[in-house]
């Protein structure tokens, strides 16, 4: 079944990528027109901001504010802690503490921009806020099937993360000297964290082209993973060794996976971020081609999931099929609002069915 799926999202993408590079002209002549003026802009993430979706925005703030506009970079919720560091961090207002400042920033906007998501269903309350208001609407993604609510859209499924398409569009606007080290952390924080450090399919030479760019504009590649990496507190750790202990691996399915219960996490003081690269052990070993991490949010009412994958299996597929979810092939996510073990039997059963 996966295989059919990822066959046919394939002819879909090479279909799109084909008139691609006509369309992106079209957009940014679009774009150009609207920055001519200064404008008040807010700039937004999805909900539950990582790498990506902070690193494209701060960096496309950079670039905005160079040109004389005033914007906010406005995320729906707090983000981990390992990217506080970010050039810009400090002035990111959080919708869910400051809703009234929020709501006024974005009914007064002239431009809104979203990044690193395609439906307004990402972020909430915040994607009504953003329906009802009147300003012209951009949208930055790499996601599938975008929805139809933006005036200019970027959409590549194609694109290995948000920040090397902000990068090519800033690139087409002409703006490749006004990408400073700062610009260049952010850029480069998303590229290497959307792509699992260069490691997913997606990753094509362009994407090293614009590293190189970036490195060369002073973003310091080595001290951005360790900022990224190498930040762990010791509970973290803690909380990787039980992950690891409860791993699940099933041969005939080419299967890993872990699940982390809610009393697991307090027991080792959880914050945010914590079990972010996880499910990627999973796919270390050698005969696993999928693998999944279901962690328990009691406070969410809910059960968050995480998949990865080797070559053609979809877990994009996967994850929409059974867990209203959805992503890249390689790297999707999903919810469940059943028990943890209710989880666990919906997803071995879904396995079975989906993997024959």
């Not at 027109?33 to 200064?38: A, I, Q, V, Y």
Request: proline share 3%.
């Amino acid at each position: 079944m996966y295989r059919i799926e990822y066959q046919m999202y394939k002819k879909r993408t090479n279909t799109y990528n084909s008139y691609l590079c006509f369309m992106i002209e079209d957009q940014l002549e679009k774009l150009k027109r609207l920055l001519d003026k200064p404008a008040t802009v807010v700039i937004i993430p999805h909900k539950n901001p990582d790498g990506d979706a902070m690193g494209s925005c701060l960096a496309l703030q950079g670039v905005i504010n160079q040109l004389g506009h005033s914007s906010t970079v406005v995320a729906p919720n707090e983000y981990p802690t390992f990217l506080h560091w970010l050039p810009g961090h400090d002035k990111v207002l959080i919708y869910e503490n400051n809703i009234k400042i929020a709501d006024e920033l974005i009914s007064k906007a002239d431009m809104i921009f979203t990044l690193d998501f395609n439906t307004l269903k990402r972020i909430d309350q915040m994607g009504v806020r953003i329906s009802e208001s009147n300003a012209k609407k951009i949208m930055i993604d790499h996601h599938q099937e975008p929805d139809n609510y933006a005036d200019i859209m970027f959409s590549n499924p194609a694109m290995g993360s948000t920040c090397e398409f902000v990068f090519q569009i800033i690139e087409g606007l002409g703006l490749l000297k006004n990408i400073d080290k700062d610009i260049a952390s952010c850029l480069y924080t998303g590229i290497v964290t959307d792509t699992g450090s260069f490691r997913f399919p997606s990753v094509t030479a362009a994407t090293h082209r614009a590293v190189a760019t970036l490195i060369d504009a002073g973003a310091k590649h080595s001290q951005i993973h360790e900022k990224i990496k190498d930040n762990s507190r010791p509970d973290r750790l803690k909380l990787l060794g039980i992950a690891l202990k409860n791993m699940v691996f099933i041969a005939k399915h080419r299967v890993a996976y872990i699940i982390i219960s809610q009393d697991e996490l307090d027991a080792c003081n959880y914050q945010k971020g914590d079990t972010e690269g996880f499910v990627n052990y999973c796919l270390s070993i050698a005969e696993v081609e999928m693998a999944a991490l279901m962690t328990e949010h009691k406070k969410d009412n809910m059960i968050k999931i995480s998949f990865r994958s080797k070559g053609d299996l979809a877990v994009n597929v996967f994850a929409k099929t059974y867990f209203e979810g959805g992503g890249h092939i390689n790297a999707a996510g999903g919810k469940s609002e059943k028990s943890l073990q209710e989880t666990e039997a919906y997803f071995l059963k879904s396995l079975a069915t989906f993997l024959s």
